[in-house]
């Protein structure tokens, strides 16, 4: 290990979703669709919506208070706020500015936003994670959250069957015990196939010159070959990464993969050769939540109990960009 190396301890985690539930047979009143098919093809049955003027900055708020409390860490504490989202409801002020705000924090520490879409917690862990290690900040509080539903278009049955909204929080802080929290991570993008997801901005050029192309804003997705990249890389990815820790796919307790599709989760079981109860999936009710996939999974089932403390974890997440990347974790008790 470096000299004056400080290592990161998971502080806290938590989670918020909205309360409207949407069903795959309310989607029946939308598009010619089934219950049966969403199900067989993806493993969701429902998914959490935000409404009215909800949105993903106040589920990110509510996840954050949630793991500052178990962290014990008080909001004039942090030293820095980074949020990731697919797709902010504001471009600016940042979420992360927004989250600064409404926590009442009044010293000026940084807070800026991510764009890793749903492996936006693993790139804000790989940050902060350097952040703290470096000595350069200490408290650190990363939120992950999207409310997707605002952008899909609902005529779209390929990709409006798919998303969700909720949030997901963690507060990292130097460990005073000097064991590191993560103990392998990595971050990937391969933008050359970034046309495969994307959401164009919506703006016009300036009167006096031609007009640009219209765009619609909508989340489009060319599932087909999402799933056949993700298939084809993260199985392989994940194993590396365990290499990595110096460790072997049987001395970890639990994947906590994105939640895009579970026979993509399957796969990936498959590979590592777990039973059901090491993989934690909840995409059967949330659908897939973005960059807050993950950390929903996390803090979700500490709180249910389906994620035992004291243990380790594999988290991945891939999506637009192409991004991906993955972490083995350590889980203290009292976490969540
Ligand atoms: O975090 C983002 C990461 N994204 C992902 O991981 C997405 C990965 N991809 C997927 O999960 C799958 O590609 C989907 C679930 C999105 C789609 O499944 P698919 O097996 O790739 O279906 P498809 O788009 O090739 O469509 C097959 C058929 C088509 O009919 P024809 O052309 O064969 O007659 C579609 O029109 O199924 C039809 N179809 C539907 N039918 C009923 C497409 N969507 C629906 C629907 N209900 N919702």
Known sequence: MR???????????????????????????????????????????????????????????????????????????LDLIIAASSAPPQLYPAIACHIQSRLGIETDIPAFDITAACSGLIYGMQVAKGFINSGIYKNILIVATDNNSRYLDWTDRGTSILFGDGAGAMVLTPSSDGIEDILSIDIKARGSIGALIYKDNVGKNCPLVEPCPEHDGFIHMNGKEVYKFVVTILPQYIEEIIAKAGLKAEDIDYLIPH??????IQAIQERLNYTDEKVITNIKYYGNTSAASVPIALAEGVEKGTVKLGSTAILCGFGAGMTWGGAIVRLREGIC
């Open 3 to 77: 000299e004056n190396y400080i290592p990161v301890k998971i502080a806290g985690v938590g989670y918020s979703l909205p309360e409207t539930v949407i069903t795959n047979d309310d989607l029946t009143k939308l598009y010619e669709t089934s219950d049966e098919w969403i199900y067989t093809r993806t493993g969701i049955k429902e998914r959490r919506l935000v409404s009215g003027s909800e949105d993903a900055m106040d589920l990110g708020l509510d996840a954050a208070k949630k793991a500052l409390e178990k962290s014990g860490i008080k909001p004039e504490e």
């Open 259 to 264: 939640q895009a599709n579970l026979r993509i």
